[in-house]
């Protein structure tokens, strides 16, 4: 079966500390990989996608993303992690047949500490 | 542009109640989808459409009805009301025809609602 795995349900960091958000995929086939932002009480937020190309991928608020093939990983980094960076977070692999259905990690909850 | 607006933000219901919840997306996307998001089960998908007139369950969709009749409009109904459906509601949508991998869209979400079944 397809799925993606958060394998930390919270991470904890320092302000202005780099910070990682772990994503590790099984999907047959390509892997088209998503992640979003989740701020307390409101909608998910886009924040990157990988499709193909680069395995370094640059998205919204200063975060990154990379690729790995070989570790079927797909972790979310940023530099400097901000207070305001604290909240939910998804990573979400794209069924690219008709329906376009998401499959989703079960979130990591980051806490920035200031 | 408004994006995906969902009503109402807010509702508490009684057990055997029912209720329509509306999104509207003024983005002409094709797909729209309805999850729940319930702690530590992540976001689960109830149903969801590939175009006007068009509908299929999701992983959850029992006690769910939806319908869509125009392109921008996805009601989700709940026909009777159960406690176990107590939870956030999010609408999404996406724009992405094709085999193209430029097709491959990010869905946009609504900013939920919250319903409580006593």
């Known amino acids: 079966a397809q799925s993606v795995a958060q394998p930390e349900d919270q991470v904890n960091v320092a302000e202005g500390n780099p910070l990682t958000v772990k994503c590790t995929y099984s999907?047959?086939?390509?892997?088209?990989l998503f992640w979003y932002v989740q701020y307390p009480n409101r909608g998910l937020q886009f924040l990157l996608k990988y499709i193909t190309g680069d395995n370094l991928v640059k998205g919204s608020y200063g975060f990154e993303a990379e690729f790995n093939k070989s570790q079927t990983s797909f972790h979310l980094k940023k530099p400097s992690a901000l207070v305001s960076d604290s909240a939910l977070y998804f990573c979400a692999f794209l069924n690219a047949g008709n329906n376009r259905k998401l499959i989703w990690g079960l979130g990591t909850s980051l806490a920035v500490n200031p | 542009n408004a994006g995906v607006t969902q009503t109402p933000k807010f509702r508490v219901l009684k057990t055997g109640q029912s209720m329509t919840l509306l999104c509207a997306q003024d983005?002409?996307?094709?797909?729209m989808y309805w999850y729940r998001q319930d702690p530590g089960m992540g976001l689960r998908l109830i149903h969801y459409?590939?175009?006007?007139?068009?509908?299929a369950k999701g992983e959850v969709p029992d006690g769910y009805n939806v319908s869509r009749l125009k392109k921008q409009n996805f009601l989700l109904g709940l026909e009777s009301a159960a406690p176990s459906q107590t939870s956030v509601y999010f609408c999404?949508?996406?724009?992405?025809?094709?085999?193209?991998?430029?097709?491959?869209?990010?869905?946009?979400f609504g900013p939920g609602t919250r319903l409580t079944v006593l």
């Open positions: 459409s590939v175009g006007e007139g068009t509908t």
């Open positions: 983005m002409n996307h094709e797909y």
């Open positions: 999907v047959s086939g390509n892997p088209y």
């Open positions: 999404a949508s996406s724009y992405g025809r094709g085999r193209a991998q430029s097709s491959y869209n990010e869905q946009f």
